[in-house]
Nanobody, 122 residues
Framework: QVQLVESGGGSVQAGGSLRLSCAAS????????MGWFRQALGKPREFVAL????????LYADSVKGRFTISKENSQNRVWLQMNALKTEDTAVYYC???????????????WGQGTQVTVAS
């Protein structure tokens, strides 16, 4: 079973940038879809972005479109989330996840990382 480990979280001022990384312990197969989700304190977990491993096709939540960029490196079995123009409302624990469906529904993802905290101060 492939395990996912996120890194790159931290504290930043509003308007700043962070780059999250998600490393897989094994090979990510072309049938996979890799997603980023986030959960703010007291709120349900929500979709942020996804990328299809084979084609690189991506999808973003409206709330991050134009500010966040998801990318991948197949040879490293790694996914990144570049976050620019951060807002206080981006504060959350960010999770990397793996599934097979091109879907923003977290129920379609079966492998999850432990999460990394992102805090955006005003």
């Amino acid at each position: 079973q492939v395990q996912l480990v996120e890194s790159g979280g931290g504290s930043v001022q509003a308007g700043g940038s962070l780059r999250l990384s998600c490393a897989a312990s094994g090979r990510i197969y072309n049938s996979s879809v890799m997603g980023w989700f986030r959960q703010a304190l007291g709120k349900p977990r929500e979709f942020v972005a996804l990328i299809r491993w084979s084609s690189g096709t991506y999808l973003y939540a409206d709330s991050v479109k134009g500010r966040f960029t998801i990318s991948k490196e197949n040879s490293q079995n790694r996914v990144w989330l570049q976050m620019n123009a951060l807002k206080t409302e981006d504060t959350a624990v960010y999770y990397c996840a793996r599934g097979y469906q091109y879907s923003s529904n977290q129920a379609d993802y079966f492998t999850w990382g432990q999460g990394t905290q992102v805090t955006v101060a005003s």
